[in-house]
């Protein structure tokens, strides 16, 4: 016979026993996790809005702070530049041929100042309100109102077929290693960044310099949108204009593969 007090009566509940879950423990730890969080970023922000603090450095921001860092490289280049070619120039026991042909070699890339008569080609973005000038043209898209890459390298291409001499793109000259890029409607020339409008200045034969701009295919096409949507364009005669020389680096970097 069993014991009755250890049997449950008929009819009556089974007696349960609490038990402490692993999920409660998580939950806790979550809380308890979300709690530390908000603390943390309370102390950081020490009242402040820390997702539009001032202090946090944009990209934009970023890249300007460089691009006048570099410029303020170049300055310094240049006067360390100067220095040098003024200790060359004493008596080093070379002949005047071979100082003859230094010379000629420096001009030739670019490093020399350089005078001369000089024609001047400015493109700028179109109005944000630009619409189709010409009937039976679409309506512009953002893309069709700003200056691109490829058109600032179409103009210095053609001046260069054209049979310039020295090239500078807003203040600074080009060399034969010099890269024309764009990030959206910026340009980027030699660590430096600008701003439209772009301004690029030619020495040579006006005539055939702007010939050479005219018998551009590049330049052609980018003519269709100043006649369509009034994208900048103006050429002018300069007279005689005095290029500075390339002061910045001549060293050449790559990219390697990773071994």
Known sequence: MSNSADSPQAGSSPVRTRRFRPVRILTVAVFALAGLI??????????????????????????????????????????????????????????????????????NAGTEELKGEALTVTLDDAPPD????????????????????????????????????????????????????????????????????????????QEKLRKALTASPAIQNYMLYVNVYGLGWKVEDEGTVTLPGYTGTVDLHYAEPVE
Not at 63 to 79: P, W, Y
């Open 130 to 205: 630009a619409t189709a000038k010409l009937p039976g043209y679409p309506e512009p898209q953002p893309d069709y109102l700003v200056i691109h890459q490829q058109d600032l390298q179409a103009v210095v291409n053609a001046l260069w077929q054209g049979g310039a001499e020295g090239i500078r793109v807003m203040d600074q000259r080009l060399i034969s290693t010099s890269a024309v890029r764009c990030v959206g409607n910026t340009l980027i020339l030699q660590g430096r960044v600008y701003s439209p409008p772009y301004k690029i200045t030619a020495i040579g034969d």
């Open 38 to 107: 908000f603390f943390t970023s309370f102390n950081t922000a020490k009242g402040t809005n820390i997702r539009t603090d001032t202090s946090l450095l944009k990209l934009s921001d970023l890249i300007h702070e460089r691009s006048h860092k570099n410029g303020t490289l170049d300055e310094s280049n240049a006067a360390l530049r100067d220095d040098i070619e003024a200790l060359a120039g004493r008596d080093n026991g070379s002949t005047e041929a071979e100082a003859a042909e230094l010379a000629a070699l420096e001009k």
